[in-house]
Structures are given as structure tokens and as C-alpha cells.
Nanobody, 119 residues
């Protein structure tokens, strides 16, 4: 089993920055990819970014490209999301997720952290 714990959310003014962290524990040796998703009130959960655990290749949603940066620290089993130039429409609960070797989709999810961007 894998446990994921997000941190770093909060309230920030538009144009500001936040850095989210996601710490993984448990059977993390089989990690092949980790990602960030978000869900705004009344909306479906949407993809934000992902990173391949080996090699570090990244991919972003168009809505955050150029503003958000995903990274990871393999030694600490931790993933980060640096969010700059935040907009009110970035307000959501942000979730981290982990995809393990042999899985075709994300099988582990964190509890989420709230990000609120005021105008």
C-alpha cells in the first residue's frame, strides 16, 4: 500500500505563489508516475500535471502551462507543485496521485489540500 499526504495549500492573492508538496510512504518502490489533479466546487476533477518518476519527464494541462512547475525528490519520495501567477480560477482542492508499476491508471490518492486565490 501507498500513503500520500499533501501540504502547502492556503489562501493567496491573485498573482501570488504557493508550493504544494506530496509525501509518499509505504510501497513506493514501484512508482512510475505521480501527478497533480484539482477539483473546484461544482466541477469535475481535472488533470493539472504529471511527472515520470524515472527520468523526470513532465506534462502540463494547457491552463497551467508556463505558470506551474512539477518536480520531485526521488530520495525523499516527495513531489512538488510550484504555482506562480495564481488566478482566482486556480481555486480548488488539489490532490496528488501515484501510479504504480503494472497499473494502467492512478491507484493511490491523497486527501487533498485547499488552494484559494482571491481577486
Amino acid at each position: 500500500q501507498v500513503q500520500l499526504v499533501e501540504s502547502g495549500g492556503g489562501l493567496v492573492q491573485a498573482g501570488g505563489s504557493l508550493r504544494l508538496s506530496c509525501a509518499a510512504s509505504g510501497r513506493t518502490f514501484s512508482t512510475i508516475m505521480m501527478g497533480w489533479f484539482r477539483q473546484a466546487p461544482g466541477k469535475e476533477r481535472e488533470f493539472v500535471a504529471h511527472i515520470w518518476w524515472s527520468g523526470g519527464k513532465t506534462f502540463y494541462a494547457d491552463s497551467v502551462k508556463g505558470r506551474f512547475t512539477i518536480s520531485r525528490d526521488n530520495a525523499k519520495n516527495t513531489m512538488f507543485l510550484q504555482m506562480n501567477s495564481l488566478k482566482p480560477e486556480d481555486t480548488a482542492v488539489y490532490f496528488c496521485a501515484l501510479r504504480a508499476s503494472g497499473d494502467s491508471e492512478y491507484g493511490y490518492w491523497g486527501q487533498g489540500t485547499q488552494v484559494t486565490v482571491s481577486s
